[in-house]
């Protein structure tokens, strides 16, 4: 048996959604004891107050979570100022939490550590990860980077990094009883757990591919051998800094698939632009563009993708992560993405925020990626 309790509150004082989301929990588990959760929550609560109110209801949870910049249930659909919290029931998966603590001064050698030490607590092999580490503080590509390392290809990351409305100025990241700045909590759910996702964006490649040729990190310098904000006028224009944001740039891989990287801004006088997410010297890349109607169609196509390869026979719960970039382009049809997957499974038990970077395997495979831009469903269920 394995599924998962929703609960999502707009109520404005902190103890008031608490109370909330502990009566709702309550009322759908009945007997049942929850294992771990996932607790997804808009700026501006008292966050220790609300970990500590639902650590005391339910003793001994695997819990972690971010702040986002939107929440997304089956009880309220899309929402901006809430509080979410979806508990996992099983007697078959187990679940195990973890973080890297102060990541900003090397992700890799804290979250090794981390991860061997939840991996010891299991039983069972680990299926996947889910991973909603800070948005501000450190490289997210890093951080996925060393979840892969210390994992192995053959267990998916899946999750977002933390938001904070938009602000850009410090997100919290949850883990069981703790709230921290510079952290990155993760939860292992192990086998028999079967799973399936679709990644989708909707941007598409245009005009001509480049070369990367000098970057550190997240900041490129050059691009075919002229400023990366030249690269970006040689097709936009003169007025190309004030749209950067809406041409993400594509990142092929060997396969010509490719994963985007969003642009935060420019600087005139180096020439350079620094993107949300790492790229590195020597990949190739390409401008993008999308409309609304894109956008709609590349989340029809992520749920029809996870729906399609699910290998069982009916998921029992759903969750979503999607960039905080599509909800601003998306605007009153951001709601549009959830309802994708009720359409097709109007029961299904859904959960999900809008994130600073989306981290998932490209469709088919194990090896997880950091995204910009990107919608992610991935279905659950043991049946």
Request: glycine share 10%.
């Amino acid at each position: 048996m394995f599924k998962i309790v929703i609960a999502h509150s707009e109520d404005i004082d902190t103890e008031d959604v608490a109370e909330d989301l502990i009566d709702q929990a309550r009322k759908d588990l009945g007997d049942e004891v929850p294992k771990a959760g996932l607790l997804f929550a808009c700026v501006d609560h008292d966050y220790q107050l609300l970990v500590d109110q639902i650590n005391e209801a339910f003793p001994g949870l695997e819990l972690i979570g971010c702040t986002t910049d939107g929440e997304i249930s089956t009880v309220l659909g899309f929402a901006q100022d809430s509080v979410n919290l979806a508990l996992f029931v099983s007697d078959e998966v187990e679940f195990v939490a973890g973080v890297g603590r102060e990541v900003s001064q090397g992700a890799d050698q804290s979250l090794a550590i981390a991860v061997e030490e939840a991996r010891s607590k299991l039983t069972k092999e680990p299926a996947l990860a889910l991973f909603t580490p800070t948005g501000l503080t450190a490289s997210g590509s890093t951080m996925v980077d060393g979840m892969k390392k210390v994992l192995g290809v053959g267990v998916p990351v899946f999750g977002g990094t933390a938001g904070d409305q938009w602000k850009f100025e410090k997100t919290h990241q949850f883990f069981r009883n703790e709230v921290m700045l510079d952290g990155a909590p993760f939860l292992l759910l192990t086998k028999p757990l079967k799973f399936s996702f679709g990644t989708r964006s909707g941007w598409q490649p245009i005009a001509s591919k480049g070369t990367v040729t000098q970057a550190e990190n997240n900041v490129v310098q050059m691009i075919d051998d002229v400023t990366a904000i030249q690269f970006y006028r040689r097709y936009l224009g003169d007025g190309a800094m004030d749209n950067l944001g809406e041409f993400p740039l594509a990142v092929f891989q060997e396969d010509d698939t490719f994963y985007l990287r969003s642009a935060l801004f420019g600087k005139d006088e180096d020439g350079t632009v620094t993107f949300a997410g790492d790229i590195e010297v020597g990949a190739t890349v390409q401008l993008t563009h999308a409309s609304r109607d894109a956008i709609i169609e590349a989340t029809r196509e992520a749920v029809d993708v996870a729906i399609a390869s699910y290998p069982g026979q009916t998921p029992t719960a759903a969750m979503i992560f999607s960039c905080a970039g599509r909800r601003g382009v998306l605007g009153t049809r951001t709601k549009e993405e959830y309802e994708m997957l009720q359409e097709h499974y109007p029961d299904l038990q859904l959960a999900g925020f809008y994130t600073y970077g989306e981290i998932s395997p490209m469709d088919g495979g194990t090896e997880s990626h950091f995204h910009n831009e990107t919608f992610v469903s991935l279905l659950l269920g043991t049946e």
